[in-house]
């Protein structure tokens, strides 16, 4: 059986006492961390991992029937935590992987001192006045598109995620990012991603969190960032001048100095 650590592949870095924890969001692995931790590594433990399926996480470890909720992640997540003894670590976030850590602090409030969410969506799809970045026929039409060809959907999409005005290098390492995770598993977690709705656990997230918003951002649109600013006990909501969905790859000095605010 695969130990914890390995199916993750969690890395331990850094010198401190303090536990910082990275979790990365869909199409993405640990690496996309590379632009910010050296800023954290001389003051905190960092640990860093890949969701099974991504980065070299053991691809054997991967159960469909696990895996088609957020809670099989954050069953993970804990996991983890558990094996490494930690307590009062502070949760940092992606995308997807927010609401992920959130599920986590809900089951398990004594493993997290903080939670930060950078770039999070409770819910992908517009509905009941709540305002998203799509409405159910574009999700559709994006789940179709990938089930014919992911590897085609991902090089398309992947540049507007980013936002071309950062770049053509970072949109090619997002584009190429997308591509390495195996396309059946990558297809399921999207489908998993986008169709999940957690608007009704943000109430329930027990401990003091931060959600980090783009100015701009095609899949967490600032309507977003003030619904969950508004529904989520102890929110602190702070709005980026950055463009896009990844600030910690392409404004990285403007994220970590929200980030010290809020840790300090």
């Known amino acids: 059986m695969t130990s914890v650590l390995k199916r993750n592949n969690v890395s331990v870095i850094g010198n401190g006492s303090d536990v910082l924890l990275f979790a990365h969001g869909f199409g993405c692995d640990q690496k996309a961390w590379n632009y910010i931790k050296n800023f954290f590594i ?14 070299k996480s053991d691809l054997s470890s991967y159960d469909p029937i696990k895996y088609s909720s957020l809670d099989g992640y954050a069953t993970d997540i804990i996991e983890i935590c558990d094996e490494l003894g930690l307590k009062k670590a502070v949760f940092i976030g992606h995308s997807v992987s927010c609401m992920i ?21 409770p819910c992908y799809i517009s509905k009941d006045n709540f305002e ?33 005005q950062n770049g053509e290098g970072l949109a090619n390492e997002l584009s190429g990012s997308f591509c390495l995770i195996d396309p059946v598993i990558a ?12 608007r009704k656990d943000l109430p329930l997230i027990p401990i003091a969190n931060l959600t980090i918003q783009c100015s701009e951002d095609m899949l967490a649109p600032m309507s977003v960032g003030q619904y969950i600013n508004e529904n989520t006990p102890n929110n602190t909501l702070e709005v980026l001048k950055a463009h896009g969905h990844c600030p910690h790859m392409s404004h990285p000095n403007e994220t ?9």
């Open 42 to 55: 001389n003051d905190y433990m960092l640990v860093l991992l890949d969701f099974v399926g991504a980065g």
């Open 101 to 121: 850590g959130a599920l986590a602090s809900i089951k398990r409030p004594d493993i997290f001192k903080k939670l930060v969410f950078i770039c999070p969506s």
């Open 132 to 164: 998203s970045a799509f409405d159910q026929d574009t999700i559709d039409g994006l789940m179709e598109v990938m089930e014919e060809d992911y590897i085609t959907w991902a090089r398309a999409t992947a540049p507007s995620i980013m936002n071309t």
């Open 187 to 198: 297809k399921q977690f999207a489908r998993v991603t986008f169709l999940s709705d957690n």
């Open 256 to 264: 970590v100095q929200i980030l010290h605010a809020f840790l300090e």
